[in-house]
């Protein structure tokens, strides 16, 4: 969010739409440039719903329409906050994926996220739409395949019951969030047939 003419740094970024179409307006000079609005897909859920393993497929499905990304790329260094505050973790993500989308390919990113930790941030204006789509699982599957997973992950008693509290979260709130999300249950489905079910989510949103 660096303005091209006067070079300052802005951490509210301004997005307007005039008769040439939408522009990135700089808060100190008044400098207009073009810039490409574009939505957001979220791919959302609880660990253990298959959101990495679907999103490696979905690099081949969306290739010519999307760019698709692992949201824990960048759950590193100062961006991991071990006091739980995420918030330059959120706009980090939000920057990125709406700099990316200046090539005109919006993103697909995969991660564990929920509208409130998006949309009140002033990063969000950056994006026409941004749509979610919650993976979900029955609680005994999901249990069992974080207890699969190997033990330097970390998923202790605790942590799976944490994430277990989440997915009953996105099952309870996810049609009163704003905006809501759409469900999408893998307890028995396959990785491929989740991953032709997002495509085809992504596709039926840009109107393909």
Not at 5 to 27: K, M, Q, S
Not at 130 to 152: D, F, K, M, N, S
Not at 181 to 194: C, I, K, N, P
Request: include cysteine.
């Amino acid at each position: 969010m660096i303005c091209a003419d006067c070079g300052i740094w802005t951490d509210e970024p301004r997005v307007e739409t005039d008769a040439a179409g939408t522009v990135l307006v700089c808060a100190s000079c008044g400098h207009r440039e073009p810039f490409r609005r574009l939505p957001l897909f979220a791919l959302t859920g609880p660990s253990g719903t298959g959101k990495t393993t679907v999103g490696r497929l979905l690099v081949d499905r969306l290739a010519d329409r999307c760019v698709v990304l692992e949201q824990d790329l960048l759950w590193v260094g100062a961006l991991r906050d071990p006091t739980g505050d995420s918030a330059a973790f959120r706009q980090t993500w939000l920057r990125l994926a709406a700099s990316v989308g200046q090539n005109g390919r919006p993103v697909v990113l995969c991660g564990t996220v929920a509208p409130p930790q998006f949309e009140h941030w002033p990063e969000r204006v950056l994006f026409a739409d941004i749509h979610y789509l919650a993976l979900t699982c029955a609680p005994e599957v999901l249990r069992a395949r974080l207890r699969a997973r190997p033990a330097w992950r970390g998923w202790d008693a605790d942590r799976i019951e944490e994430m277990l509290e989440f997915n009953d979260w996105v099952l309870a709130e996810h049609a009163d969030t704003k905006p809501p999300m759409r469900l999408l249950d893998t307890t028995q489905r396959t990785v491929e047939d989740t991953a032709d079910a997002v495509a085809r989510w992504v596709w039926g949103l840009l109107g393909v």
